[in-house]
């Protein structure tokens, strides 16, 4: 009899919730300083330029930003005038999503 689904996600990945785990209570904390090289504005200008290159009447005004992490892709939306909605499973990570346009306008 084949064994059930979370049975077998339990012997891989424990029972705590992967948002929980230890491994992941550091991450926020460091995550922008291991992602300072990534070039977050090029990604949003290539998704943007991309988007009006299928359609130039495309005007968008509501992103939903999942794995959002700390937030960077979405403040660069935030910067085009876009209203964000970003969401992660590891709740740290949203918080500090949270307080960067407070820092950063």
Do not use: Q
Not at 46 to 75: K, P
């Amino acid at each position: 009899m084949a064994e059930p689904k979370d049975a077998r996600f339990r012997k891989l990945f424990g029972d705590e919730p992967l948002a929980e785990a230890p491994e992941f209570s550091l991450l926020p904390r460091y995550y922008d300083t291991l992602m300072r090289d990534v070039p977050y504005r090029m990604w949003v200008n290539y998704i943007v330029d991309l988007l009006w290159r299928l359609d130039s009447t495309f005007r968008f005004r509501r992103v939903l930003e999942l794995a959002c992490g700390t937030g960077m892709v979405a403040l660069e939306f935030a910067r085009k005038g876009c209203h964000i909605v970003g969401v992660d499973i590891v709740e740290g990570m949203v918080a500090v999503a949270r307080r960067k346009p407070l820092r950063w306008g």
